[in-house]
């Protein structure tokens, strides 16, 4: 597999790229370009061009036309100068060049690169991204999540996507209409989100963020930046960062590499890399996911999910009722509260303090409680749980589950699926099942029917394979008082 660069001339030509990602030019003359396989840069010229970019991400170059063009991929046609009487098939992204262009995409993800010029942009279905370039643009990203991108913007630039205006340098004059998310580059930039869901990046340098409403994410990079979450659940994301990061958000100050001199108001959550970092949150419901490397968390108040990631990570939950989650693990773990150990893969040399909930993953875990009432969710696999003393709930999700609630008035929770499941220890005068999740058991009859005595131990059969089992356990023992149902409202 080779990568082409073939260049016609004036007359009409036939090009045919190949299995490569290749560079095909028409120059004039009416030429047929078909990209074949491959990530092509296709490049018409002057004349009436059939251009198809074939299998890969192609892209249409008319980033040397110093006069305006009309490009519309959802209709695979091409208006003025360069662009007249051209006919487009599987293009995905269109760079033009310093006229004031028209770029309209289609129903796929498109890239649109305007170049200078004041160009109008239309991005359509699918999740676009708009480089408008020098010059007053205007940007509709219609349908689906779409971004804006200033990396490459030779000096700060402001974007307020709340009232739709741009200024300084690139983003000088533009208008912005259905965008989401703002990437700039490497200045002191100035982002403003909307009443939207926002991804706002700012790059390197001293930015200044505003989510406003919805639910933002923020990328502060490098520099000292000023982050206001606003409305809305919003996350800070260092995932990137380049070294150990500190973020504490009960002071709204940040520090260490990418993080340092941030500051931070309204903000939730924290998202951090693959080093040792320092996530402390304030006085709500923080979600802090460290990443991987051996991190140091705080919950604080609130009721605080934590996600420590690979490494031997050291967990304060603080005040409220917090949980940590090892649903992301990708192997078997073990959580025990009790003596605030970790092991095993991600939980391996981890140390919990503070914590009540535990969630783990799809393998075969092993969760024990302590004295406090603990929420274990072992996810699907073969699980072990004991809840130890409290009033806890376990559930264990799909698998063949070991379970010992022990001390405390225990919930243990069933759902469609679950395999086969054994209660050692169930007491009939506080312990609780929830069968909600099976439609057909509305009462103690419905459990009744499906119940089977085998020596001293009771089995309940769900079908389609789904067993439960409580040993040393008489049905005449228990009552409805035992279960909670799907009762419709």
Known sequence: MFDDTLIGGEGSDTIIGGQGDDSLRGEGGNDSIDGGIGN???????????????DGIDLLDFSEATTAVEVRLYTNSGALNDAAGDTYFNIENVVSGSGNDKLIGDTAA??????????????REGNDTILGGLGADTMFGDAGTDLIDYSTATGSVEVRLYNTLGSLNEAAGDRFFGIENITTGDFNDKLIGDGVGNVLDGGAGSDFF??????????????????FGDAGTDLIDYSTATGSVEVRLYNTLGSLNEAAGDRFFGIENITTGDFNDKLIGDSVANVLDGGDGDDFFSGREGNDTVLGGAGADTVFGDAGTDLIDYSDATGSVEVRLFNTRGSLNEAAGDRLFGIENVTTGDFNDKLIGDAVANVLDGGDGDDFFSG?????????????DTIFGEAGADLFVVSAGFESDVIFDFDEAEDRVDVSAFS??????????????????????????????????????LSDANFIYDVPA
């Open 110 to 123: 498109n890239m649109l690169d305007g170049g200078e010029g004041n160009d109008f942009f239309s991005g």
């Open 388 to 400: 130890r003393e409290g009033n806890d709930t376990i559930i264990g999700g799909a698998g063949d």
């Open 210 to 227: 505003s989510g406003r409403e919805g639910n933002d994410t923020i990328l502060g990079g490098l520099g000292a930046d000023t982050m």
């Open 40 to 54: 092509d840069i296709l490049n018409g010229g002057a004349g009436a061009d059939t251009i198809d970019g074939g």
């Open 440 to 477: 057909s058991i509305s009462d103690f009859d419905d459990l009744v029917a499906i119940s089977s005595s085998n020596g001293q131990d009771l089995t309940f059969d769900f079908g389609a394979g789904d067993v439960l089992t409580l040993i040393n356990t008489s049905i005449n023992d």
